[in-house]
């Protein structure tokens, strides 16, 4: 076993670097749809956001999701997203708190 750094990935809204699993995926995928991806693995173009809704209204306000994403996201993904996001923020926050009981 190779001794491995933890992957960070820089939140599209405050451009804070942070571990994977303190962020929140949301990705454009093939069929150019845009969504909160919890798992991680889904495929398409993704952008990180830390998993705190005061991040996900930052990237509403600065269209930071445009730019990561290299699409223009209307207001009404935004919305629609940022209801998603209020909704898995308290499932992240539980499975954060399992994936790092199983690091230990
Ligand atoms: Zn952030």
Known sequence: MRPRKVPLRKCVACQEMKPKKELIRVVR???EEILIDLTGKKAGRGAYLCGKVSCFK????TKA?????????GVAIYDQLEQDFIAVEEEFLAEKERVSDEDE
């Open 29 to 31: 995928t093939p069929d």
């Open 65 to 73: 999701l445009d730019r990561a994403l290299k699409q223009p996201v």
């Open 58 to 61: 930052l990237a509403k306000k």
